[in-house]
């Protein structure tokens, strides 16, 4: 009986990267001075015996980091691991345990270049484990849940913390201090309670199957760099992340990616020489930056992100970067995902 069950439960692979998730600090009542990546896959697994009843996990240690840190190379390998895994007949489903300041980055990177249809979920904490109310092992729990559940195929990398799933793409960190910090500004797809799914919309920008990227053909990703508008900015930073090869520069704009006076000039410049101009916003609650609004995009021949933050802008630019240089493309992959 006890190896039927087995036999029936989904085989979800967690893929552990360091993190707050993997943190560890001097005593439980330190929830924000610790150090975080301290913890192995195997102890975080074995530290949640009820994962056994949700699927047959199995751990891989891809890398032990703050994810502050995680480098293009460190994306790319995760991204071959996690395509490796998909194709592999014996897996379900994959979590990747991540540190939750870049977990946006990494979770839309793989929405983009994942050929699958397995769900990929990808999950943080806002406390380390010995911390009191940790927030790590039901948020690892619920991502597990979602993994081994026949509902999640086809809805795109997801995000599972504070019992809502999210969308990779839509989702951002918006607060650096509370457990609820991961929000988008369209809302969660659905929510996860006691280890089942409750869906309540799906989102409608392509990904993973429907992508016309995928991580089997990108051999290293293109210099993206991103440049902070502010009132009194000058172009000096654009100019630098130019002339140290940047091949796009994600202009993080105020409001409706709006550019200064004491800088357009600058930007017309770059991109007669070739660089890629990119109009995001560094709004909080979440940008919206249309072509032609705020600056004549047709006529200076720059692009809008829409509403991906300069951050997700970055990760779109690079993967579109490895298919082409046209602006006119660049703009249709930035409406498409
Ligand atoms: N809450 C966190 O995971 C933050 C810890 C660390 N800065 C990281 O992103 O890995």
Not at 21 to 32: H, K, T, V
Not at 187 to 203: A, C, D, I, N, T
């Amino acid at each position: 009986k006890e190896a039927e069950t087995q036999t029936k439960l989904a085989n979800v692979v967690v893929l552990a990267t360091g993190g707050t998730i993997a943190g560890a600090g001097a005593s439980a009542a330190n929830s924000a001075t610790y150090q975080a990546a301290k913890v192995g896959v195997e102890q975080l697994i074995a530290g949640i015996p009820e994962l056994s009843k949700l699927a047959n996990v199995r751990g891989e240690q891809v890398m032990q980091i703050a994810s502050e840190s995680i480098t293009n190379e460190n994306l790319l390998q995760l991204g071959r691991r996690v395509a490796e895994l998909a194709d592999s007949k014996d897996v379900d489903g994959i979590v990747i345990t991540h540190g939750t300041d870049t977990l946006e980055e990494t979770a839309y990177f793989l929405n983009l270049v994942e050929k699958t249809d397995k769900p990929i979920i990808v999950v943080g904490s806002m406390r380390p484990g010995t911390a009191m109310s940790a927030d790590g092992m039901l948020n690892l729990y619920n991502a597990v849940a979602v993994a081994s559940s026949k509902e999640a195929h086809g809805k795109g990398v997801l995000v599972t913390m504070n019992d809502e799933i999210q969308s990779g793409r839509d989702v951002s960190k918006m607060i650096n201090i509370k457990t609820e910090a991961f929000k988008s500004a369209w809302g969660p797809l659905g929510m996860v309670v006691e280890g089942k799914s409750y869906w309540f919309r799906l989102p409608a920008k392509r990904h993973t199957m429907d992508s016309e990227f995928d991580i089997k053909n990108i051999k290293s990703l293109p210099d993206v760099e991103i440049a902070y508008s502010y009132g009194n900015v000058s172009d000096t930073a654009y100019k630098a992340l130019a002339q140290s090869g940047a091949k796009a520069i994600i202009h993080a704009g105020t409001g409706n990616g709006s550019v200064s006076s004491r800088v357009v000039p600058a930007l017309q410049a770059l991109r007669k020489d070739g660089v890629q101009i990119i109009r995001s916003s560094h709004v909080n609650a979440g940008g919206f930056v249309l072509r032609n609004a705020e600056q004549p995009d047709d006529k200076y021949d720059w692009v809008v992100a829409h509403d991906l933050n300069p951050q997700k802008a970055r990760i779109l630019a690079m993967v579109a970067l490895t298919k082409t240089n046209d602006s006119k493309e660049l703009q249709r992959m930035f409406w498409e995902y």
